[in-house]
Nanobody
């Protein structure tokens, strides 16, 4: 059974940092890509970042580019989202997801293309 488990959320002040982790289990993920999405109250889910499972070929939304960094530790089957210079508008539940890629074809920002999702972790940025 495939599982994605996020951790690392919490409460932080504006300008602070958090690192989210997503640990995967249940299968090999070498043919998958990892994505991070978020959903704020009353808003639709939005794309944050994605990359190949080894951390290569990263994509970021314009709203987080330059502040967030996606990386991975293959030995631990874990991907990370380092979030710096956090703003109140970053407040949301953050979800990790995995998408099967077929060769070089994958869709970083299209949530419906992802096959597996974690349960989410709350990030709250106070002003």
């Amino acid at each position: 059974q495939v599982q994605l488990v996020e951790s690392g959320g919490g409460l932080v002040q504006t300008g602070g940092s958090l690192r989210l982790s997503c640990t995967a289990s249940g299968r090999a993920f070498s043919d998958y890509v990892a994505g991070w999405f978020r959903q704020a109250p009353g808003k639709e889910r939005e794309f944050v970042a994605a990359a190949l499972w080894d951390g290569a070929s990263t994509h970021y939304s314009n709203s987080v580019k330059g502040r967030f960094t996606l990386s991975s530790d293959n030995a631990k089957n874990t991907v990370y989202l380092q979030m710096n210079s956090l703003k109140p508008e970053d407040t949301a539940v953050y979800y990790c997801a995995a998408q099967r890629r077929y060769g070089s074809t994958w869709y970083p920002s299209e949530g419906y293309k992802y096959d597996y999702w974690g349960q989410g972790t709350q990030v709250t940025v106070s002003s």
